[in-house]
């Protein structure tokens, strides 16, 4: 049986009348704007993460740490991870356990692949690096391993300009770990670190990462420097909302309520914060390193 054919006048005329309707229905919707506005406000998963540097010795040696990191991290799949002290194999692990979705920017801070790493890994579907560079916390900051402030050995920082693929704005990620033992030195570098910014692109906001071995809070010469009368801000502070409070660094034990944070994300004031954690993340009873990660969740500003 043969069916009646639409005549064109009839199809064109139903096809007029049904655009007039769905177009005076996301005229008067707020769903007509949503994807734009998700797509300018889609939030940035950013972790910072001392590793705790790759040991064979046990308890907590790096094959026991291992796969318990790897959980947490495929768990939590950060865009952008600023790790501190990994060593080159550990790291290159890590790189294996992320799988292809994540690349990664670093240099040993003693030069090539040795010594410590201010490692800055990065989803590659979100972020393409622009450009980047490394320079030493001393007086001689382009001198690959140069230490002279004291201190326990020689520190760093890693930078890198990105594009964020889905919202298109440009920022700066700055890695960095200061010296453990000595306060001067400590607050050297956070001097250091704002007179290398002020070559950043002054438009462009910053997302700062690292182990800055003090307390958060006023009164450290550090987060004086670069948070209390500095340009940047404590995302924890600064959060919509907060995780539980503990110390950053338990040491393999159990977390302390109301402990120091140590383990800072900062940013440039510009930057809304939602959320901010410190992730107590353990797998029977194994914690992936002596510090806890911290992680924030962004809305990077608008051009």
């Not at 069916?3 to 006048?9: E, K, L």
């Not at 996301?26 to 705790?52: D, G, H, I, K």
């Not at 950043?200 to 948070?227: C, K, S």
């Amino acid at each position: 049986m043969s069916r009646r054919p639409r005549t064109p006048h009839r199809r064109s005329r139903l096809g007029a009348v049904a655009a007039t309707l769905l177009a005076a229905l996301l005229a008067t919707s707020s769903l007509a704007t949503a994807p734009a506005s998700a797509a300018v406000e889609e939030e940035l998963e950013v972790m910072s993460f001392n590793l705790r540097y790759a040991s064979d010795t046990p308890p907590n040696s790096w094959q026991e740490r291992r796969p318990v990191t790897r959980q947490l991290l495929q768990r939590e799949r950060p865009h952008l991870i600023g790790t501190q002290e990994g060593l080159y194999e550990q790291l290159r692990d890590i790189e294996d356990d992320l799988r292809s979705r994540y690349d990664s920017i670093g240099l040993g801070r003693e030069g090539g692949s040795r010594g410590e790493f201010m490692m800055i890994f990065f989803d590659q579907t979100r972020l393409d690096p622009l450009e980047y560079d490394h320079f030493w916390l001393s007086d001689t900051p382009d001198v690959v391993g140069s230490q002279t402030w004291g201190g326990c050995c020689p520190r760093m920082v890693t930078w890198v300009r990105f594009l964020d693929r889905v919202t298109g704005q440009e920022f700066y990620a700055v890695n960095t770990h200061l010296e453990a033992f000595d306060a001067t030195a400590r607050a050297k570098s956070a001097d250091l670190i704002l007179e290398r910014m002020a070559a950043f692109d002054p438009e462009l906001p910053v997302v700062m990462t690292g182990d800055f071995n003090e307390p958060a809070g006023a009164g450290g010469r550090v987060y004086d420097t670069l948070v209390t009368d500095g340009p940047l801000v404590d995302t924890w502070e600064a959060a919509e909302e907060r995780g539980e409070l503990v110390g950053t660094f338990p040491n393999y034990q159990t977390p302390v309520p109301g402990g120091p944070r140590i383990d800072w994300i900062l940013t440039s004031p510009e930057v809304d914060v939602r959320r901010a954690e410190i992730n107590t993340f353990r797998r029977a009873g194994q914690f992936p390193s002596d510090h806890l990660p911290v992680q924030a969740s962004l809305v990077l500003p608008t051009s």
